[in-house]
């Protein structure tokens, strides 16, 4: 297998560094166990890739490889690409079954306790996170917010915002993981503790907007330190749905966070 022009070829592709790094590791891979050296065919890889010693996430990773070097040396991949959604289908399948079957050590109950234990020890910021998590059922970046005084600083129409009015705070969505498809979201929040929370953080008179978090790269290991116990955002979602998966709190929750019923079916525990 000639590396240095499939390396050309990735790269002439547009594929990024590091992806064509890994597709150079995938190739060095299968060659190993290509034990008996094999004609590099359609039928070959498959029968390869059925070997035991590897899983079907390995075997995902390395098809997606091969599928391209067929594509390279100008061969049919039709059958690769088959072959890649049937195991595709069969990690869907095993991680539905797994999220389905997953308990948790926490209730909705000890969430909430642990929401409002942020707001009473003035963790300000864990409580309006944990709040907008809780009752918005929002992802990661849902939670990358600039906290703002007025409505006339929120200019920037592809940014999220916590809007303090002089009774509630306006929470504004506009960069989320299904934007594209659902559009901006708007939500007034009335309650008094995240009306505090929310003047705490613009307590300096001369602060109009401030984030909520000065770098949010790494979102989710950010997050772990101002959300209960510790848990994912994710996690949450799936703690409310254990306790009602009913299809209207499925829709409920949906409608909040832009999600569709039957990912929620497939990925939150959802049973309808």
Do not use: W
């Amino acid at each position: 297998m000639d590396k240095t022009e499939f390396e050309e070829y990735l790269v002439n592709v547009g594929l990024k560094g590091n992806t064509i790094k890994n597709h150079l590791r995938n190739i060095d891979k299968f060659e190993k166990l290509n034990f008996y050296d094999l004609n590099l065919t359609e039928e070959n890889i498959i029968k390869i890739l059925k070997d035991d010693e590897i899983n079907n996430s390995q075997r995902l990773t390395l098809s997606s490889t091969l599928s391209k070097y067929l594509q390279f040396s100008l061969m049919s991949n039709n059958k690769l690409v088959d072959y890649i959604k049937t195991i595709n289908n069969e990690l869907n399948k095993q991680y539905v079954k797994r999220n389905k079957e997953k308990e948790y050590n926490y209730s909705k109950k000890d969430i909430l306790k642990e929401i409002n234990r942020f707001y009473k020890e003035g963790n300000y910021r864990a409580y309006i996170v944990s709040y907008l998590v809780y009752y918005f059922n929002t992802r990661n970046a849902d939670l990358n917010v600039n906290v703002c005084r007025s409505k006339k600083y929120a200019k920037d129409e592809k940014d999220n915002y916590l809007i303090l009015r002089k009774n509630s705070v306006l929470y504004i969505r506009n960069n989320y993981k299904t934007s594209k498809t659902y559009g901006s979201k708007q939500h007034e929040v009335k309650s008094k503790k995240f009306l505090e929370s929310v003047k705490y953080m613009l307590q300096d008179e001369d602060i109009k907007c401030t984030r909520i978090f000065d770098g949010f790269t790494n979102s989710t290991n950010i997050l772990k330190n101002y959300l209960p116990y510790g848990l994912k955002t994710s996690d949450i979602v799936k703690i409310i749905l254990s306790e009602d998966n009913s299809l209207h709190q499925a829709t409920k929750i949906g409608k909040k966070r832009g999600t569709n019923i039957t990912t929620l079916e497939k990925s939150y525990n959802l049973k309808v």
